[in-house]
Structures are given as C-alpha cells and as structure tokens.
C-alpha cells in the first residue's frame, strides 16, 4: 500500500521562498527562545512561585536536549509541555514531602514533654467523668445553659435570646450550675471544663 504522504505534492508555506525548496524545519535554539515565554506563563499556573515556574521552564528544556536528535522538530513542542507538567509535578511533591518554606529550628529552645504519665492521664479521665456525671445531674434549665456557655461558646444574651430568657435568669442558672459542680467535683474542676 502506497503511503499518501509520500505521493503528495510538496507545496510552499507562505512564508518559504518561491524556488520550490522545502522549508528549513527551526533550529532546536530558535525553537527553545519561542517557546521559553509560552512555558513560563504555563507553569507559572502550576508552580508555587515565580522563582519556582522559571526553575521548572528551565529544567525542562534542559531535559527536551536529550531528545532534540530522536524526536522531530514536529513533536518538540508536545514533548517541551509534558515535560513541563511532570517537573511541576516533582516540584509540588518535594515541596509537600520537605515543607522547606515551614521548616521552623528547634535548636537552643527547650521543649517541654507534651505526653503525660499513666498517672496523670487517669486522674484527668477520673475527673471528666465525674463532671461529666454531675452535669447529667443538673436541673435541665441549668445544664443547657451551662452546655451553651461552656461547650459552645455562647455569650449570655446570645444564650437568653436562645433559651428565650432574660440576661439575668442565664446569669442565675449559670451561678446555680457551677455552685452544684464545684460541690460535686471540686473548684478547678468546675472552672476548667
């Protein structure tokens, strides 16, 4: 079977010379100087930074050398943009495995242990639950308004426009709430959780 690329007559580009020869395929560093501001604003979308984009168009031209003698000019350009994408790639992988940007020394700082003992951790499991039991325990009223204060974060006319109650009976439940915590499971324990 007869190629058809082969049987086609070889017509002139507009710009070639009218002598019937065929146009000079680019160099491969005429090639590179077109299409160096192209790839930049390409990666400068899928980079970090500027500095970052301009590393990337670089390596990556510098990588499409080793195939400016395989490939034909025709695929140059293809091939320029894959490899742009998969150095962009490597780059957002090392930054995300390194975090160079967040790297914060701890030299010279002293560190205090953030793990408590067995011991500690107990007692504190001890007192949660008996706060947690004795909020159960509190009058309905008391415990939502308790819950709003201490759990969500509620100011008291946002708890009084809630529960639809006056500033003062929030203060009074509140009051009652932690006079029956404290008896049941100590100062701190009450002012703390």
């Known amino acids: 079977m007869e190629n ?7 017509v002139p580009l507009p710009d070639a010379p ?8 680019p ?4 090639f590179i100087r077109g ?11 899928r980079t970090a930074s500027e500095q970052d984009a301009e590393d990337a168009a670089q390596e990556s ?3 499409l050398l080793r195939y400016r003698e395989s490939e034909p000019p025709s695929a140059w350009k293809q091939l320029l943009y894959r490899i742009a994408v998969n150095v962009a790639h490597d780059q957002f992988r090392v930054a995300l ?6 790297h914060v020394t701890l030299d010279g700082l002293d560190i205090a242990a953030t793990e408590h003992s067995p011991e500690q951790r107990a007692v504190y ?20 308004v308790y819950l709003l204060k201490r759990v969500h974060g ?9 529960c639809g109650i006056s500033v003062k009976m929030v203060e009074k439940h509140l009051a009652t709430a932690l006079a029956q915590l404290r008896r049941k499971v100590g100062e701190s324990s009450a002012d703390t959780f």
């Open 4 to 10: 058809k690329r082969e049987s086609a007559p070889i």
């Open 18 to 25: 009218a002598t019937g020869a065929r146009p000079q395929a």
């Open 27 to 30: 160099s491969f560093d005429t």
């Open 35 to 45: 299409q160096f501001r192209g790839l930049l604003q390409f990666l400068r979308a």
């Open 61 to 63: 031209m510098a990588k």
């Open 97 to 102: 495995t390194h975090h160079s940007k967040e």
């Open 125 to 144: 499991e001890q007192q949660v639950a008996r706060l947690s039991q004795a909020i159960l325990e509190l009058p309905p009223k008391c415990q939502r």
């Open 154 to 162: 509620m100011s008291r006319a946002e708890i009084a426009e809630r």
